[in-house]
């Protein structure tokens, strides 16, 4: 059974960079038509994608945030992580990490976030 | 880049059936996937490629989509399906995420 959990500080300083891992069991990060994803909650509020990567390196991150945005893969350890610098109170969130399986058909490219983990609070105080 | 629209609430009485519907304001057409949420917990996919169900979704969750509004349909709804729930698509070449803004589904 594939489980992911999210590590990482609970509280970062507004101006720093938050700094979370994925833990990934179960299956191997490596595996083909798997995109690993983040997405993060505000309190109350709604979901928001942040970013995908795949295991060879290859991301995409949410045009909003991409400034700020790191993901990274590290399969010696099956893990990903993001980095999110210069943070301010409006990244106060529920961080999930997620795998999306992804596939193509006649209408091309689509994916699913399929598991998720439980998600870890972040919140952005001094 | 576009959007998802969906209704911020939606209540019914038990047993009755709920429509929840989410209008893209743009083509290209993706598939749409829908994902339940619950106070405290990570969200679910209840649907996907439109009107697919995973294993173990109970089968009074439907979708279904015409033109740019796709809706998940709950029959027979139980107090136990009160939850947030979200539709998710992506830009025409499947790479960009994007989530709509949630509707509450409350059980009166």
């Known amino acids: 059974q594939l489980q992911l959990q999210e590590s990482g500080p609970g509280l970062v300083k507004p101006s720093e960079t938050l700094s979370l891992t994925c833990i990934v069991s179960?299956?191997?990060?490596?595996?083909?038509?798997?995109?690993w994803g983040w997405i993060r909650q505000p309190p109350g509020k709604g979901l928001e994608w942040i970013g995908n990567?795949?295991?060879?390196?290859?991301?995409y991150s949410n045009p909003s945030l991409q400034s700020r945005v790191t993901i990274s893969v590290d399969t010696s350890k099956n893990q990903f992580s993001l980095k999110l610098s210069s943070v301010t109170a409006a990244d106060t969130a529920v961080y999930y990490c997620?795998?999306?399986?992804?596939?193509?058909?006649?209408?091309?490219?689509?994916?699913?976030?399929?598991?998720w983990g439980q998600g870890t609070l972040v919140t952005v105080s001094s | 880049s576009y959007e998802l629209t969906q209704p911020p609430s939606v209540s019914v009485s038990p047993g009755q059936t709920a429509r929840i519907t989410c209008s893209a304001d743009?083509?290209?057409?993706?598939?749409a996937y829908w994902y339940q949420q619950k106070p405290g917990q990570a969200p679910v996919v209840v649907i996907y490629?439109?009107?697919e169900r995973p294993s173990g979704i109970p089968e009074r969750f439907s979708g279904s989509s015409s033109g740019t509004i796709v809706t998940l349909t709950i029959s027979g709804v139980q107090a136990k399906d009160e939850a947030d729930y979200y539709c998710?698509?992506?830009?025409?070449?499947?790479?960009?995420?994007?989530f709509g803004g949630g509707t509450k589904l409350t059980v009166l």
């Open positions: 997620a795998r999306r399986t992804y596939y193509y058909d006649s209408s091309g490219y689509h994916g699913v976030f399929d598991y």
């Open positions: 179960g299956d191997s990060i490596s595996s083909s038509n798997y995109y």
């Open positions: 990567i795949y295991y060879t390196g290859s991301t």
């Open positions: 743009a083509l290209p057409k993706q598939y």
């Open positions: 490629k439109d009107s």
């Open positions: 998710q698509s992506a830009d025409s070449s499947g790479s960009y995420v994007l």
